[in-house]
């Protein structure tokens, strides 16, 4: 990692003397590794999703709701060794899946340990959507479903809120690439999703045409059947908000029932959307350690 690229940012930082954009140097770094219920039902189910959290985060978003974390003030280390042992571990405990939150910076460690590992079950790459298609390639040996967000598809709050001008291009080659890998999702007899495409919206506070151009980017690009969209209502206020009023609050009732008439009217129907109660800092995870 002397010249990094792994993300679309391509910073060029030598890791070992010094973290990237990302803010991960060579060693890598997992906040937790718990069976989690917060996602959508096709991924936690009854038992859980197996989450692996890493540290550091190539986008950065102001409003992130695991701030902490992504900034890598949070994480404790481990060897790509120890992560397959992860993997292993929360296999046994019966989880759906495993689901890896926020790992690019750690590309090639994440490879190494699957390789190890060799789970039996899904494997969730769970992300920004800010990815590049060869590290999508790398990723399709061993993952089934990704789970990308699709944040942004105009540039104006892509560049204001996470400093990537570049995400609306970025995110979409992603996700289409993601979708040629995987093909159309494929649900288990229990409602699981074992192979595809989830994307993720979560709705910002006044950024509602922002909103309405995410749905019909899906709308026109994917064809019914072929990925599932989940509409978000979870914003909740963190990060380093200071220099964003506009975001210093939660969404309007208001604001959401526009967000759910803009997905009536997309005409998307696979999926999910939440109610405006999901949204809470109750719901985000402890950084503590946990089964690392």
Known sequence: MSDCRLCPRRCGADRSRGPGVCRAGTELRIGRAAPHYGEEPCISGERGSGA?????????CVYCQNYALSRGREGKPVTAERLAEIFRELEARGVHNLNLVTGSQYLPQILRALELARPAIPVVWNSSGYETAAAVAALSRYVSVFLPDMKYALPGPAERYSRASDYPETAMAAIREMVR???PYELDGDGMLIRGVLIRHLVLPGQMENTRQVLRWVAESFLPGEVL???MAQYTPCGELKDFPELQ???TPEEWRQAEDMLAESGIEDGYFQELSAAGAEEIPAFDGTGV
Request: with cysteine; proline share 11%; net charge positive.
């Open 229 to 231: 969209f989940s509409l």
């Open 181 to 183: 890998r995987t093909g």
């Open 52 to 60: 692996v959290f890493f540290a550091g985060c190539p986008l950065g």
């Open 249 to 251: 609050r939660p969404l």
